[in-house]
């Protein structure tokens, strides 16, 4: 857990080292709903959405649709892949963007502390301003943390405290500049109102790697989650 921390710790060091680069700025406001619905003992089917705005509320910036299967190896261990519907606005319309994903994920407990750990790799096909596709991977990996506020778990009718970071990289014939794509790193609050619902309410900094030299996107984002397991 210290090598992860100091690691995300490095990369935060890196992106605002002093070094000549161009930083565009914006506001964003992303509403995610994710839900899990249990299948049988080990199976389950994985669906979020999501609903992102621009300059706060005023713009739009993406719409997606995010399905898929899961199975889970033990109490720790889960695979899940799936596709991705994707809708990115650019220049007052709206471009597509179709993904494959897979994944694993990893769920332990340090005393109070909830840790989460996920690897995602993505098969992208991006729509162009010409209309054409280009194909490139991506590499995500997440750290999460959790504790409790007022209880000894999280549980029923439960406030927590969420801390986490995401790291994005590319691959492919068409990444050129942006061999790192992203960092997401967010931090806030959520309540557990019982074991199938809980909210979340989340800050996040998104510095986003431009395909040119030393360019960047650095977004304030709020960010609010709601989470159901079903079963």
Known sequence: ???LILFFLFIYLTLNAEVPKQVSNNNLTWFGHFARYKLNKKLFFHLDY???RADWLRDWSQILVRPGIGYQLNDKFFLAFGGVFFMHYRTDKFKPEYRLWQQIS???KAGTLIINQRLRIEQRYISSPADEFTYTNRYRYQLNLQVPIHKKSIEDNTFYFTLADEIMFNSG???V???FDQNRISTGFGYMFNKSLNIQLLYMNLVLKQNSPNSFYDNNTIVLNLIQQLN
Do not use: P, T, W
């Open 106 to 108: 990893y769920q332990a």
């Open 173 to 175: 014939k068409s990444v």
């Open 50 to 52: 999501g609903l992102r």
């Open 177 to 179: 500049c942006n061999y």
């Open 1 to 3: 857990m210290k090598n």
